[in-house]
């Protein structure tokens, strides 16, 4: 499977930053600092367990 | 004026906190946010400086070194005050405890302001973090508290002169050890932040394979020993590369951006850092430029974004105090804050969005 990376980031980004650019810049430093570059996941990337986990996380902090 | 600064170099605490309560004469401060040499003694100057300023919250830590309005001090008191019409309101609370979550001191803030910490307005809002300089928590604490709110949290991490034995965070009339002091503030201007760190990046990525984030320490970039990749994209040896760790951090960079990440020493093949690095991050080597003309640059900038700078608090690391100390540039770096009420000091780490190195984070009042 793929995608699914990359579709947790987008919603995690949309909620929390609900169209402000510049909170949705913060979000993916956030995230970058968290070990995860929102920059490097398409809807090709393969659905790895271990940062999926982590998305999980962070999305249940919302 | 509502924002204003006072200093003392008095060698003791209490004519040091009496002098800076004269300067202060006259104004009556909601807030007084304070940095102390750690030759003051802990308990005494978080108990008098509440005591001088009992209409307000009182809040601050131990330092290596104090800056305020045009100056780099050390062994000394600096302080900030704001009024009523600089800061509309403020809550201060204290995680006495690292190891415990937050939330006890964001349900604090929910009770005073009326509204959640996810709720807060981040345009509205503004944090406030010191935290123990010893106690290798940064990351934890920023990364917990960014997820569960967007206000921003800017602050550093306390010193203690750079004897590296034990630093305090103040509040409430109070010290504390392996402790983290937060405040929210509602500022009644306009604020914003200024990150800067002085470095240009290289061309060279070293990427974390292999890494232990909770002893901040790197066991491999790109594959190889960490000591050894690190010394290859210098093209130095390994012995000359451990004379580089301050010209040549490594940084996480983002939309040209670096969160600077300072090697501390090697530690056999492996390299320890000031800050956490995970596996998986893709970290670019940095190169040191110029502190003076750069901060000088991130001051006028913000002053033109803003059409004018009421008050800075200003957390600048250690590293780049010491390295302004070799060139003999710490009265100049002061003078970049002389016409704009500042204070700070030189910390621990940095907080800004997460945690940081070699960097100097400033909250920025219109």
Redesign the interface.
Known sequence: MAGKIKQMIDNIISQ?AKDNAM?A??I???L????I?PGKFTPQSPDDAAIIGKLEV?MK?? | MNIKTAFSVKPDVQNAVADIKAQLKGFDPTLVVFFASSIFAPDEIAERMEASFPSAETFGCSTAGEIVTGKMLTKSITAMAFNKQAIKDCKVEVIDNLNKESYRAFNAFQRHFGHTM?EMD?GKYVGIILIDGLCCKE?LIM?KM???T?V?FIGGSAGDDLKFENTFVYANGKSFSHAAVMAILEPATEFSFIKTQSFCELPKKLNVTKANEYTREVLEFNGKPAAVAYAEALGVSMEEAKNRFMHNPVG?V??GDP?VRSPQQFKGDGMVFYCSV?????LSLLESTDIIASTKQAVEDKKTEMGGISGIVNFNCILRTLELGQKGLCEEYGKLFADVPTVGFSTYGEAY??HINQTATMLVFK
Request: aromatic residues 6%; charged residues 40%.
């Open positions: 929390r909170l810049g913060v993916k430093t956030k970058m600092l968290k070990g570059d962070l902090e919302l | 996810k981040p990351e990364d960014g997820d569960l967007n921003s996480l983002f939309e969160f995970k596996e998986g991050m893709e969005i997460g």
